[in-house]
Structure formats: C-alpha cells, structure tokens
C-alpha cells in the first residue's frame, strides 16, 4: 500500500500520491496447479474467474441452524443482499453428538444445503473445522471427542484417527459435493494459531477423505502462525464484540476497524479464548491478496456484555476494508439463525469465559433469526451493488494512503480516506463514521490527486464532509467509452443500454455534499432525482448519468448481472430474484411498492411502477377472521397478552468467571419471571412473525412449556418467526421476562443503559407485543 506526499496546509487541499508501483504479482500453486476448477485461478492480487478479477462477497449462515424449508429462502435474501458466496461452518457437534451414530437428514443434511446453495447461482465455502468454535458448546466438538484423552488441535496420532474417521463420514454424506467443480473452498480449523503443521496435516487428512476444493483457507489474526503458501489467510473485523470484560470501553481492536489502512491482523478476536496476548502479523502473503471471512455482519449479545451495532456501524467497517484494498468482502454473520437444541451454546459451565443465549443466534445480522431483514441488509446491498458491478476493475487495483493520517484511534478530526486506483483509474473512499464517539463534520475539503497523468484536484470547491458519510467517489472511471474526471456522488452501477443507447452509471448522492460530475476538466452540478445527464465524447461515445437522490438509500435494489441482466429497484417493499432473474416481492401491504427505471429517453428520468403478476407463489392463505391483527394482506396488528403472573426480585447472583457474570438459569426464571400468555390468532401466513418490546434482563418464548427461543436484553425487539417455533392458535404460548436489577453490572447499550439507570428499581416491562405479516411472495413483471 503506498502513501501519499503532503498536506497543503495553506488551502486545506488533501495531496495523495498514486504514482507508486503495487507490490508484484505471483501466482500460487493453489487453484493454478492444485485443485483446478476450469475458468477460475488465483493471484496475489486477486481471485480469478473466466480470465477476469472477481471480487467475491461472501455471507456466513449455519444450515443446522435455520430450517431446511427455510434455506431457499434465506439464499434468495442474500442474493438480493448482493451475498455471491455462501459459507457455512460444519458443526461435528450437530452431526455426531455420540460416537458412531451420525445425522445428515433434514437440516443436518449437508448435501442438500450444498445442492440448495448451487442452484441458486451461488458458491459456497465449507467451514470443516474439525474445531470451529462459532459461539459453540466446545467449539464444535461432541462432548465425546472434548472428553478423550488426546491432544486436541495437534498432529497427535490418537487425534489424527479422530479427524480421520469424521472426514470419512462428512465426505460419504457429501457423495462426491465436495470438489473443485461445487465447493469453492474448504476451511481448515479456525483460529489456530501456533500449529501451522497441523493445518497442513488437516489439509492432506480432507484430501484424503476425497475433499478437496480450489481454495483452501484459514482464519489468519491473532498473530497465526500458517502454513504459507499452504492455506490462504482470511482476516476479520469487528466494530464492537461481547469478548470483552463488562466494565471495559469500547475496545482499541474495534476502533481500528473504522479507518483506512494496511494493517490487516486483529489482536483482538478470539482474545478471550486463546487467553494470552497475540503476536502480531504486519505484512500481508506474498501469495494472497487482501482477502477477510469475518466482518461484523452485526453482533452476538453474551449475557455479561451486549452490544448493539446499527446498520452504519456495520457498514462503515465494510466500507473501510474495501477500501484499504479488501479482494474478498466476507461477512460473519450474515443470516442468523436458532440453535437446533438446547444445551449447545458456549457456556462458562463448559469452560469458557462467556455465557451465550441457550437457543437464539440472531447476531443482529442483516438476515435475522426470525428471516426479516434489519436496515443492516440494505446499507450493505449498495456497497455490494458498486462490488457487484466494478469488482472486476476493484480487486486487483493497490490502495494508497494518505502521508497525512489519523495519529491513532483517538483521532477523530483528521480526515479518513483512501484511493483504489490502477493507472489513475479507481475510486476515492471516504469514511466519517464510527459508533460510540461520533465524528463531527470534515470542514473544508478538497482532494489532490497525483497519478501518472497528471494531477486531479476534487471537487471544484471546498465542501464539507458531514457525519456519517460514506462515500466511493469515481475517479478517472471509463465506461462506455467515455471517461468521468471524477464525481461527488458515490457509484453504485453501470445499467446497459437498449439497442442504440448508452449505458447508465448510476450514482448516489452522499447527504449534504454537493454532486458534481466532471468530464473533460468541466464539473457540471447535478440536480439528484433529475433527469440523468448524457455526456459524449468526440468519437461519438455517450454515456448517461442518473443521481439518485440520498434518501432513496435504503430502498435500492440492484438485480445481479449474473441473473439475466442488472435491472434498478427502488422500493420499500422485500425483493427477491432466482437464478434466472425472476423478480418477487414480499409487500407489506395490498399492493408492492415498486419502481424500475427504465432506459428511455435521456431528458427524463423513465421510472416505471411495477404491478405484482398475479398469482402468489406457495399455497392460497386460508380466509383469516376479520378482527384477525394483520391478516389478510400485509400488516402489522398488536394481540392480546394477559399477565399471568408477578415478578419478582431475584438476586442478581448467578455466578461468574474471570470477572464476567454468568446467566441465570431456568430455576431463576421459573421462580422469578414475569409471566405473558400471548394468544395468536388465526388465519396468519406462514410468515408472520412476532414482534415483543420489551424490556429486562433475559426473555424466553415457551411454547407449549419448551423454551422455543431467547434473548438478553439489549434495547432491542425479540423477533420470531411464528411457524418456526411452533406457536400457531392452539398452542400455549408464553413470554417470560426476568427482572434486570439496577445493579446488574453487565454492559448495555447506551440507550438501553440510560434507560436502566433512569429506572426505580431495574426494568420488568411488556410494552406490546405485535404480529407483523406481509403478502405472500409475488413475481414481479
């Protein structure tokens, strides 16, 4: 990564040097010469495929965790997230809970998952372990496996046979899935660091099972020590984590994350667990490219420490990695998810330092537990949009820095921002967001680009940077045969043209900042939301410029080009598309709320309201009385809820380890939670979800007396997905809600926190409870 020379202290002009040379490019063995897949191979610039960069963007969901009649779904809503790679851990634990007697049939079913995922167009990456820890009873491991007298993790023979035997069974379950051709990669282990060997022997262990795949990975921070050029290392980032003490601040490790760059080791994940200080790794492989499996798609909540990442929090540490020079975006996780049985989670009772929800593994993930999408879903989809359509130009381009960055993670005056270029030709990022201490606005600025060209000075004027903004300004952009100077709108895609018309690069206004777009040395202001601009070149070249205005946001829907051609959403409304590029939407009312644009002439925007096709996909909903809360159609509607009995105080004393509060158990609950009968209606779609505001310390929904989900509180609704948990009209069903004392010491929310502290005597409340629906999916025309 290069640095750029000076800071114009006089004009407040921001100098950045892309004259410098990126580092040279190999080619490793792997996916050149090993485990070959025809069309794809690897650099160290970047992965890849039909001769062209790629730029994966890959999303973490636990098959075991979701039900199988679910996954087609979950997929579709990745896809539409702009999720190309699926990757999913493969929990031993789930498959083989007693020596010998193992489980592949319905969601266990691993093959399925991978036939499920490849006919939906996507790849997919296998997370074998054998330990995975994924907030795991013993990582992953049965509690047979964890009990033997062997030495776990080593190339131990007794360990070895273990390993052996499990790969057997996992590539028999796979039937010949698991190859080049289907996976696109295999995950060895996961945060090992000190055993390099040992990967490598895992590696010759799964190839001998008959797994075998074109890439083969490992988690690479925390200082791991990997077998290079063996394993490609994937690096993490989270902007806030439950791994640290309850009375601690908001961490270093995670502050970093919200900056620009060429540091890619976390110190940070995992520190808890390994349980001494990591080393540190300060260079990148010579072999690999930047490449990551695990920011933040949003957060687990322990029951000592909560937190709560909004959808900017999430997608400014994505923003950031990108534009550090990121060849792979990989989120964990990205659809949460349900353990299939209680007893499974991390616990302090099965040695580690954190007490875990019992069932839930929401994760405040752009999918959730319940399969509605968080606002996280849609700020992650327009980057994955700008991936999705210029990746193949981004991946292989070097990131350059600024000589004038923030002096460290308390700096939160200097301006954050990186180039992506490649012989002048790239994007400007710019970051001005992190969470907890919040940034005020940049005044004043003005970027000075040296490249082998020349010199590209934007925008025309000063301009302010406001909080909160994330930007990927054009730079030197061909398309179409003609060249942007620059712009102050970020790119989101490129639109082909009908026959006889220019394409449409698609822009979006970053909130408060003036667009320009310049071509030839000429910045022309542009009005978002007005009729896109035609630019043309002396040869006859043309192009036509849409600005979309900042509030559409979260409300643009970009069809993958993979798909049959990339179209333009913007709705409100849920949209999802198969393989082939059908278009559904999931409307929360009678009617969608959708438009297309539409290529038509250039002196007015051409936004065509689409119409549901008419027929619903998946069986008729049966009538639903009339006083049925959100039945018939879209909707939302509150049902009855009647107390059934008192809290009470507990304690507050539960235990702990290492100075972190452990949960309370069941017997706490039974005798001290505020208990709800919750009546359901009938006459509900299939999926309704149940939407409780609530307030206190943990929450649980038994259904028919079995706990079917939970939560700790952390200011945030408990969501689920009626269906899933078996709460139809017949069923019991019930909200306890223990008290949380004022003195509870674990880590909330400031909100949630604020709200404590404000409270007499803690927080036992029921606001409301709700039953949200919406029409069935639908195809679009």
């Known amino acids: 990564m290069s640095t750029a020379s000076s800071l114009d202290t006089e004009t407040r002009m921001l100098r950045a040097d892309l004259t410098g040379q990126p580092r040279a490019e190999r080619r490793p063995a792997m996916a050149n010469t090993e485990d070959v897949r025809p069309g794809l191979s690897l650099t160290s610039r970047s992965l890849r495929r039909d001769g062209r960069p790629w730029l994966p963007v890959s999303g973490e969901l636990h098959y075991t965790r979701v039900p199988r009649e679910r996954w087609t779904e979950r997929l579709r809503l990745m896809r539409a997230g702009g999720i190309s790679v699926v990757s999913t851990y493969v929990f031993w634990l789930h498959h083989e809970p007693v020596r010998g007697e193992t489980r592949f049939d319905g969601r266990y079913d691993v093959a399925a998952f991978v036939d499920a995922v490849r006919a939906e167009g996507l790849e997919i990456i296998l997370r074998i372990g054998p330990w995975a820890h994924g907030e795991m009873r013993n990582g992953g491991f049965p509690d047979w496996v964890q009990e033997l007298p062997v030495q776990h993790r080593t190339d131990d023979p007794a360990y070895l046979e273990l390993v052996r035997e499990w790969f057997g069974r996992l590539a028999a379950a796979l039937d010949g899935r698991c190859t080049p051709e289907t996976v696109l990669g295999i995950q060895l282990d996961n945060e090992l660091y000190d055993q390099p060997g040992h990967l490598a022997t895992l590696k010759g262990l799964a190839r001998e099972a008959g797994l075998s795949a074109p890439l083969w990975t490992a988690t690479a921070w925390g200082g791991a020590d990997l077998p290079d050029p063996e394993v490609l290392p994937l690096w993490g980032g989270y902007g806030d984590g439950f791994w640290v003490d309850p009375g601690e601040p908001w961490d270093p490790t995670f502050r970093a994350h919200y900056f620009f760059s060429d540091t890619w080791d976390d110190p940070g994940i995992g520190a808890d667990v390994r349980g001494e200080e990591a080393a540190h790794r300060s260079e990148l492989s010579p072999w690999f490219p930047a490449a990551t499996c695990e920011l933040g798609g949003g957060m687990a909540t322990a029951y000592h420490r909560r937190p709560r990442l909004d959808a900017l929090d999430i997608a400014a540490v994505a923003h950031a990695k990108l534009g550090s020079g990121s060849a792979w975006q990989g989120y964990y996780m990205y659809a949460g998810g349900t353990n299939p049985g209680p007893g499974l989670e991390e616990t302090q009772a099965t040695g580690y330092p954190n007490d875990m929800t019992r069932l839930s593994y929401d994760f405040h993930a752009p999918i959730g537990e319940s399969g509605r999408t968080a606002p996280s879903h849609a700020a992650l989809r327009l980057q994955h949009a700008f991936v999705e359509a210029f990746g193949e130009r981004l991946a292989p381009m070097a990131s350059y820095l600024p000589e004038v960055r923030p002096s ?374």
């Open 408 to 781: 460290g993670v308390e700096d939160a005056d200097t301006l954050r921002w990186a180039v992506r270029a490649d012989d002048g030709s790239g994007f400007v990022f710019i970051g001005r967001h992190q969470p907890h201490v919040p940034l005020p606005a940049y005044r004043g600025a003005r970027l000075s680009v040296d490249t082998r060209h020349g010199t590209v000075e934007l925008p025309s004027a000063p301009v302010d940077i406001p909080s909160g903004t994330l930007a990927r300004w054009p730079l030197g952009l061909e398309v179409g045969g003609v060249t942007i100077d620059w712009a102050t709108a970020s790119a989101v895609t490129v639109l082909p043209g009908p026959a006889d018309a220019p394409p449409t690069l698609v822009l979006i206004e970053d909130a408060g900042i003036p667009v320009e777009v310049a071509h030839d040395r000429f910045a022309h202001a542009v009005t978002p939301g007005a009729a896109p601009v035609r630019i043309e070149e002396a040869d006859g070249a043309a192009l036509d410029v849409l600005v979309l205005p900042a509030a559409d946001a979260p409300r643009v829907w970009v069809v993958d080009a993979a798909a049959g051609g990339r179209r333009l959403f913007v709705s409100s409304d849920e949209l999802t598309w198969d393989a082939a590029g059908r278009v559904s939407v999931r409307a929360s009312g009678e009617a969608p709320d959708v438009r297309e644009y539409v290529d038509g002439s250039w002196l007015t925007p051409d936004w065509e309201h689409v119409d549901g096709a008419g027929a619903e996909a998946g069986p008729t909903r049966p009538e639903a009385p009339r006083d049925a809360p959100a039945a018939r159609g879209g909707g939302v509607g509150t049902i009855d809820v009647r107390l059934l009995r008192e809290a009470s105080s507990p304690s507050g004393e539960y235990g702990s380890r290492d100075g972190r509060q452990a949960a309370p158990d069941d017997t706490v609950l039974d005798a001290h939670a505020a208990v709800y009968r919750l009546e359901i209606p009938e006459g509900l779609d299939a999926d309704a979800v149940l939407r409780v505001r609530w307030a206190g310390d943990v929450a649980q929904l038994r259904v028919d007396g079995v706990t079917a989900t939970d939560r700790f509180w952390d200011g945030s609704e408990l969501v689920a997905n009626l269906r899933d948990i078996g709460a139809g009209p017949d069923a019991s069903v019930e909200l306890h809600v223990l008290p949380l004392r004022r003195d509870t010491g674990v880590h909330l929310p400031a909100d949630a926190a604020a709200r404590l502290e404000a409270s007499a005597d803690g927080l036992c409340e029921l606001a409301d409870a709700r039953i949200d629906q919406r029409a069935r999916w639908r195809e679009i025309r």
